[in-house]
């Protein structure tokens, strides 16, 4: 489908929702894993075709279920919710509740494992619902942190986010707000054993200054860089309400790979980074390229040291799903750009590897499924959805861990494309 909106062209057009039962695989799904893969994205049912952008775009949930070898279904539905909009950027489960996400203050939605949404409450008994599409759960405790801003306070002017904690059983413990000086898009946040990490960067909410600019373009969103915004990162305690604040070179991130304490109290902090964002001359998200960085902050000298780990441009990082907060030896990438191609990056031994999807393939996140007796940390699958530009159409494809850059496992057909979306879980159902 041809548009002049990147952002509706090609595999970003929206589809229909359907299902289909019984799906053709090549190759062998593994029979370990039974269960839901969940990828959740914005597929909008109206668009004004000249402004249209993603992040605004009403979120379908895309769902293959896999079980003893077989792809015994995939359907995909948008997202209902009691305010009208779907949340649109990922899903995950925690606890006993798989919730739909979305940043800037609205309700997670909840929905079963055969892909209903329910009308339950999140958060039961919690004053305020908003939250994010990033928590980060601490596989020791159960407890899911996240940090949230919310874009109706940030309209009132108000300048603070929020740290929210909901325990193993799903219950609000924590709403503490985090004092600043802007209004920062907070996409993502990291927790290590004693802080969860605040990232205040440049790219600041600021309703109407590109229209007082006369700059204001197509496929916009409104979020500007601010050259003058520091890049600091807040060092909020997970015990108190103590919070350190620390400069860290100018930059922004969407994704972690993932953050740590190391034996000297130093947090690791492995990122996507972009040198700069939503500036006017590249307005949209893309505008720049981001590359794999490590930052070294040491919580004694409040200093933090800078290293660009790879000349690739990549994103959309994920870790192995109980490693939140603890040491790392492995993250999972996309190529930036052609989408063609998924990076493992052993952060032990400083080297990428990677596995080619094909010159008219383009994927998206990479999700590792860890097996359930598994010897190493990556041991285990990675898999995502793949389009195929020449036949118009999408697979899933299952990836050894170990064996990388071998051909895939099993690919899986579907019934329908799966357009370009954002973020999405396995859910184990056994
Ligand atoms: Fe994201």
């Known amino acids: 489908m041809k548009s002049k909106n990147k ?45 249209y952008h993603p992040f605004f775009g009403d979120g379908m949930i895309h769902g293959l279920r896999l079980e003893n070898g077989q792809a015994l279904w995939y359907r995909n539905k948008f997202v209902t919710s009691p305010n009208g909009f779907g949340p649109n950027t990922h899903v995950m489960k925690h606890g006993n509740k798989i919730y739909a996400l979305v940043e800037g203050g609205l309700a997670p939605v909840i929905m079963d494992e055969e892909m209903n949404f329910l009308d339950d409450e999140p958060f039961p008994s919690a004053q305020n619902k908003r939250f994010t599409a990033h928590p980060k759960i601490d596989s020791k405790s159960g407890e899911m942190h996240a940090i949230s801003y919310d874009f109706n306070e ?22 503490q707000i985090i004092e600043l000086s802007s209004r920062p898009m907070v996409h993502d946040c990291a927790i290590t054993e004693n802080y969860i990490l605040v990232f205040d960067l440049p790219a600041t909410f ?31 305690s997970r015990h108190s309400d103590e919070i350190t604040w620390i400069d860290v070179p100018k930059g922004f991130l969407f994704h972690i790979v993932n ?19 939503f500036d006017f001359e590249n307005p949209l998200p893309m505008g720049h390229k981001p590359f794999l960085t490590r930052w070294v902050i040491d919580t004694e000298k409040k200093s933090c040291k800078q290293t660009m780990l790879d000349d690739r441009s990549m994103e959309f990082s994920r870790v192995h799903p109980d490693l939140d907060g603890q040491e790392h ?11 063609n191609r998924f990076f493992k990056r052993d952060f032990f031994k400083d080297q990428t590897k990677e596995h080619f999807l094909g010159g008219n393939k383009q994927a998206a996140e990479p999700v590792f499924i860890p097996k359930k007796n598994a010897v190493s ?29 071998d051909e895939p496992l099993a690919t899986v057909s579907l019934p329908q494309r799966v357009p370009f979306g954002f973020h999405g879980s396995w859910i184990n159902l056994d």
């Open 7 to 51: 952002f509706l062209d090609g595999n970003w057009h929206p589809v229909e929702e359907t299902s289909a039962e019984n799906l053709k695989v090549s190759g062998e799904i593994p029979e370990e894993l039974a269960g839901l893969f969940l990828r959740n994205g914005p597929n909008p049912k109206k668009f004004d075709e000249a402004n």
């Open 154 to 175: 940030y309209l009132k002017g108000k300048e603070q986010v929020h740290y929210v904690v909901i325990d193993k059983n799903g219950k609000q413990t924590k709403d």
């Open 377 to 405: 940390e990556d041991d285990g699958f990675v898999v995502g959805f793949v389009y195929d530009k020449t036949s118009d159409s999408s697979e899933f494809v299952i990836i050894d861990a170990n064996n990388f850059s």
């Open 206 to 236: 600021n309703l109407g200054r590109r229209e007082r600019q006369n700059k204001a373009s197509s496929g916009d969103y409104p979020v500007i860089w601010d050259e003058d915004h520091n890049s600091r990162v807040g060092l909020q």
């Open 259 to 277: 953050s740590y304490e190391n034996e000297t109290g130093e947090v690791i902090l492995d990122f996507c980074r972009y040198d700069k964002l």
């Open 329 to 339: 030896q492995f993250g999972y990438m996309l190529n930036d750009g052609s989408l």
